[in-house]
T-cell receptor
Framework: GQQVMQIPQYQHVQEGEDFTTYCNSS?????IQWYKQRPGGHPVFLIQ?????EVKKQKRLTFQFGEAKKNSSLHITATQTTDVGTYFC??????????????FGAGTRLAVHP | DGGITQSPKYLFRKEGQNVTLSCEQN?????MYWYRQDPGQGLRLIYY???????QKGDIAEGYSVSREKKESFPLTVTSAQKNPTAFYLC?????????????FGDGTRLSIL
């Protein structure tokens, strides 16, 4: 079936270090969304990428969508303790049949040590 | 403030018992979703609804049922047929079900077996 794989599962960094999580799909995606879930909280939408090769930035966060629209990455520069949480990618396989069926990756849990 | 309200926050189920999780939204969104989250796994879709009085099975619908009698409400019943119901349940909504719609999540209900 359609799968979205996300690595690594866990990442521990010292505050100030960079962090990257990778997302790979077995099928072409119409779009990729990224969500952040703080410990004990619910997923919160961060960003959506829809174009092949697209790169978007939000302050210290850089999001990329691969040329083949099968992979994506989230890079955080100079992590802070406020970055702690689990980062999920979620994509809509092509074709989607018009329904926004998001396939979620398992998430990468980020721990930041001060 | 607009948002999604899930209740209760914690729920305990006895053997052979059906329990209902509430989800209400005041975002005027057409589409609503129920996800199950298990430790170390991504969100898995249980049911979704694109419009009032219509809903569709997701990837893991067995042992669950839903209704969508009002636009604002999308309750989920965990039936006794669901043999492993212990999980974190998240309700979400989006303006529509087009592929470009980000999803907004409630705070979740944590269900455990007594």
């Amino acid at each position: 079936g359609q799968q979205v794989m996300q690595i690594p599962q866990y990442q521990h960094v010292q505050e100030g270090e960079d962090f990257t999580t990778y997302c790979n799909s077995s099928t072409t995606l119409s779009n990729i969304q990224w969500y952040k879930q703080r410990p004990g909280g619910h997923p919160v939408f961060l960003i959506q990428l829809v174009k092949s090769g697209e790169v978007k930035k939000q302050k210290r966060l850089t999001f990329q969508f691969g040329e083949a629209k099968k992979n994506s990455s989230l890079h955080i520069t100079a992590t802070q303790t406020t970055d702690v949480g689990t980062y999920f990618c979620a994509g809509t396989p092509t074709p989607s049949g018009g329904y926004n069926k998001l396939i979620f990756g398992a998430g990468t849990r980020l721990a930041v040590h001060p | 403030d607009g948002g999604i309200t899930q209740s209760p926050k914690y729920l305990f189920r006895k053997e052979g018992q059906n329990v209902t999780l509430s989800c209400e939204q005041n975002l005027n969104h057409d589409a609503m979703y129920w996800y199950r989250q298990d430790p170390g796994q991504g969100l898995r879709l249980i049911y979704y609804s694109q419009i009032v009085n219509d809903f569709q099975k997701g990837d893991i619908a067995e042992g669950y049922s839903v209704s969508r009698e009002k636009k604002e409400s999308f309750p989920l019943t965990v039936t006794s047929a669901q043999k492993n119901p212990t999980a974190f349940y998240l309700c979400a909504s989006s303006p529509g079900t087009g592929v470009w719609q980000p999803q907004h999540f409630g705070d979740g209900t944590r269900l455990s077996i007594l």
